[in-house]
């Protein structure tokens, strides 16, 4: 079993702290993307709703052939 001394244990702290917070930036990051993606697609919904609403369809008759 290793022995640690308190500067080790010091070394060790640090650099799990330095993680944690390289981690916290990644996840702000993430849910900073996270709503722009959210605002994208809300955006896209509303242009596709828009397009069917103004898409009208006109309906074929049947031609009558004699």
């Known amino acids: ?9 010091e070394q060790i702290v640090m650099t799990q702290l330095e993680n944690l917070n390289a981690i916290n930036d990644l996840l702000c990051i993430m849910k900073v993307q996270n709503e ?5 697609n809300k955006k896209l919904k509303d242009e596709i709703s828009e397009f069917k609403e103004k898409h009208f369809t006109y309906p074929t008759g049947k031609r009558n052939s004699k």
């Open 1 to 9: 079993m290793k022995t640690y001394t308190k500067a080790d244990l």
């Open 36 to 40: 722009l993606l959210h605002n994208a």
